[in-house]
């Protein structure tokens, strides 16, 4: 992809961090400059990487556009103070710089940093490391013993690494491995584990073994399941309630749709059994993608890949809050050692105790 070059002042584009707030350096583009009216110009990802030791800003066209014009803006964030005060290990697939993340240079590395409270992250360490690895889904299946699961974006095949301590490092479990399944929530439902691929489709799990089972149609989820006669649901991620059921937190693409245009939507199972799914509790929450929640008695924290400037500056992870089992949802951007997250995808969530 051809690189669009901006000189600049290396002054300017550091991120200034005063107190609680951080000013970010944004960069946005335009097709049109008719009239400067802000809906027509776009946030464009503007990261550390992209800054030469020329002075230069060397970032890549976006796709299909010839003729682009670009700005500079800074807008502020300040570190949030969420609503509850939640300890959680976040795990996350990190590509640095600009354009589809999971085409950036291998090895890939699934990293994880912890919070107490939920939003600001510190202490990231990378876990696990291969070619073109996306979506990873970290799970506890036992004592001293906790899975990995992650795609291969090149194969679009599943793989799956063990460890005896949740913050790694996971090693590979040979020498079966999952096959022809994409961006997974592993889960013990209804007395087995079970894995959720994109499509939506749920299968048994060997967690010893790392071999899929049983298909289970009735744990699977349509776009026409929600009310949609067509796209697809995908990137699904499933935690258990207080009252024993269980909530689909996934993605929503419409066909033809861009990553800014996905939305998530949640779906609750009819009971404790987890057999089904009750499409009378399908609801869209917000523009996102790729979920990863986590819950801690009445709250859910919901992670998800943001393009709101106003959460995410740099395309980047942002956190849905709700106090109430998901009833309603506030939504904060991620820090990650006092800056907003950057170069962050794919999150699964664990809590700090497990």
């Known amino acids: 992809m051809k690189k669009m070059l901006l000189p600049v002042l290396l002054a300017f584009a550091a991120l200034l961090p005063a107190r609680a707030d951080v000013a970010i350096l944004q960069l946005e583009v335009s097709t ?134 949740i913050a790694g490092p996971y090693s590979t479990v040979p020498p079966v491995s999952p096959r022809n399944v994409t961006q997974s929530s592993a889960i013990e439902m209804g007395g087995s584990f079970r894995v959720f691929g994109s499509g939506i489709f749920a299968y048994e799990f060997n967690p010893a073994t790392g071999v899929l089972g049983t298909n289970i149609p009735s744990l699977g989820l349509s776009a026409f399941q929600i009310g949609k006669t067509n796209g697809i649901c995908a990137d699904p991620s499933v935690i258990r309630l207080a009252d024993g059921r269980y909530r689909m937190y996934f993605k929503y693409a419409a066909p033809g749709a861009m990553a800014p245009q996905h939305q998530l939507w949640q779906i609750t199972s009819s009971d404790a059994s987890g057999t089904s799914w009750d499409t009378n509790t399908v609801s869209y929450l917000t523009n996102g993608s790729v979920p990863g929640a986590v819950r801690d008695g009445q ?56």
């Open 299 to 354: 709250n859910i924290l919901l992670y998800f890949v943001s393009f709101n400037p106003a959460l995410s500056p740099n395309n980047s992870i942002a956190v849905g809050v709700s106090t109430n089992q998901g009833t309603n949802f506030s939504y904060f951007p991620v820090f990650l050692d006092g800056m907003p997250i950057s170069g962050a995808y794919d999150p699964s969530a664990n809590l700090l105790t497990d």
């Open 32 to 165: 049109n400059l008719s009239t400067n009216v802000s809906a027509n110009w776009m946030p464009f990802p503007l990261r550390s990487s992209d800054v030469t030791g020329s002075g230069t800003l060397a970032v890549p066209v976006p796709e299909g556009v010839s003729n682009a014009f670009f700005r500079m803006n800074v807008s502020y964030l300040q570190e949030p103070v969420p609503p509850v005060n939640v300890g959680v290990r976040l795990s996350y697939f990190y590509a640095e710089g600009s354009g589809d993340p999971a085409y950036a240079p291998n090895p890939h590395v699934i990293r994880q940093a912890s919070s107490t409270n939920g939003t600001s992250f510190s202490s990231a360490v990378d876990i696990y490391s291969a070619d073109n690895l996306v979506d990873p889904d970290v799970f506890r299946v036992a004592t001293n013993f906790y899975g990995l699961l992650v795609t291969d974006f090149a194969s679009t095949n599943l793989i799956y690494a063990a460890s005896t301590n």
